[in-house]
């Protein structure tokens, strides 16, 4: 078997968690925490870290940290997980769609204006499968109408846009540590902000609401959204290992790229993309299938599962599904969709395996 994703975890996370449990601080309190926080923000760029249960709680923190509510609009890509618009559901506000960019996949910048409304309070782009967004240009719009900015960035730890780092850019930027994620805390999220207030506002809502400096005193209607030490413990080890884990999924994605330039000169797939001004961490490497690929995408997927081989399709656009459903049309969204396929990126694949696949690949395009 030949896993589309898999954590890389090691004696050093395991010395943490022990740690951590002989220590007794196995909840939301515990040196672990400030720690990860600390360092995780550095790592950015940015000045504080709010540690979170998952990465969709982050965006939800986000969201109501800075007043999100009924009757406001959101601006979101149509192709993202599905977290991105729930979160904005969560809040009573409506997710505004976006189409996404066909050379990196990312929200189409040069589309959004157009999505805004005097409704409209903030965009989220999403750092898509590891690529950066076109954040200047989002920046650009932001200023221009004074909309929030969250980066969702889920996907993307260490990602680079113009030299700077992702998680940088936003008014709040939000992390998941999911397993199949760069880094993992199990399940984990974390805000990035450069605001000091905005940050403590976080850590409030993080914590039921609970005023900092008077214990059960709750100001306002907040949520359990902390991260235990043991994750932070696990986070801690994983986050020294980063800039490795990213020189191995771009050592990867150069494998795929190289395996699979013959199918992309007779034009039967696209590769993953990576635009100059990127430096895409390729948190799944995605390749597009041409119609003179001989096998449809999910023909392709059921062949190469038969040979042992994890595969995932792109997300469908939120668009479509029975929450979010409307008439809209998002074309470029909706043909990546369908074309795309994300092909096994574990760092802890070899070249041999990756060659595995490669062959596969090649195998059907030429039945
Ligand atoms: C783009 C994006 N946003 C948000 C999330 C939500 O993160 P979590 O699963 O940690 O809640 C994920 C992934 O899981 C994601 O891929």
Redesign the pocket.
């Known amino acids: 078997m030949i896993p589309i994703a898999e954590p890389s975890l090691g004696n050093e996370e395991l010395n943490n968690i022990v740690d951590a449990v002989k220590s007794g601080w196995i909840s939301s309190k515990g040196k672990f925490i400030p720690e990860f926080e600390e360092r995780f923000a550095q790592y950015c760029g940015v000045k504080y870290g709010v540690a979170t249960s998952?990465?969709?709680?982050?965006?939800h923190l986000a969201l109501v940290a800075l007043g999100i509510g009924e009757g406001d609009e959101v601006i979101v890509p149509t192709l993202?997980?599905v977290?991105?618009a729930n979160v904005v559901k969560y809040t009573g506000a409506k997710p505004v769609f976006v189409d996404s960019h066909p050379d990196y996949w990312c929200i189409d910048p040069t589309k959004i204006e157009k999505a805004i409304t005097p409704r409209t309070k903030m965009i989220i782009p999403?750092?898509?499968y590891g690529h950066p967004c076109d954040m200047d240009a989002i920046l650009n719009i932001a200023h221009k109408h004074n909309l929030y900015v969250i980066e969702?960035a889920?996907?993307a730890h260490g990602a680079g846009y113009k030299g700077k780092k992702v998680g940088s850019f936003g008014d709040i930027a939000?992390f998941?540590?999911?397993g199949?994620?760069l880094i993992t805390t199990g399940?984990?999220?974390m805000c990035l902000t450069n605001d000091e207030e905005l940050a403590q506002r976080m850590r409030i809502l993080r914590d039921h609401g609970m005023n900092p400096n008077k214990r059960y005193w709750h100001e306002v209607v907040g949520f359990n959204y902390r991260m235990s030490n043991i994750q932070a413990a696990v986070g801690v080890a994983q986050l020294e290992k980063l800039d490795r884990f990213i020189e191995k999924k771009r050592e990867i994605a150069g494998w795929y790229s190289e395996g699979l330039k013959e199918l992309k000169e007779r034009e039967l797939i696209k590769l993953h993309p990576e635009i100059p001004w990127a430096r895409c961490v390729y948190w799944m490497y995605s390749i597009l299938i041409t119609d003179d690929f001989s096998l449809s995408r999910d023909g392709l997927m059921k062949e190469l599962d038969e040979k042992g081989i994890e595969t995932r399709p792109l997300f469908y656009p939120i668009h479509v599904m029975p929450p979010y459903k409307c008439n809209d049309k998002f074309p470029i969204a909706e043909e990546l969709s369908r074309r795309g396929i994300s092909l096994p990126s574990s760092v802890k694949l070899t070249r041999h395996d990756i060659e595995a696949v490669v062959q596969g690949v090649r195998r059907y395009s030429s039945q």
């Open positions: 998952n990465g969709t709680a982050a965006l993202t997980f977290a991105t999403v750092h898509l969702d889920a996907e939000c998941s540590f999911y199949n994620k399940e984990g999220g």
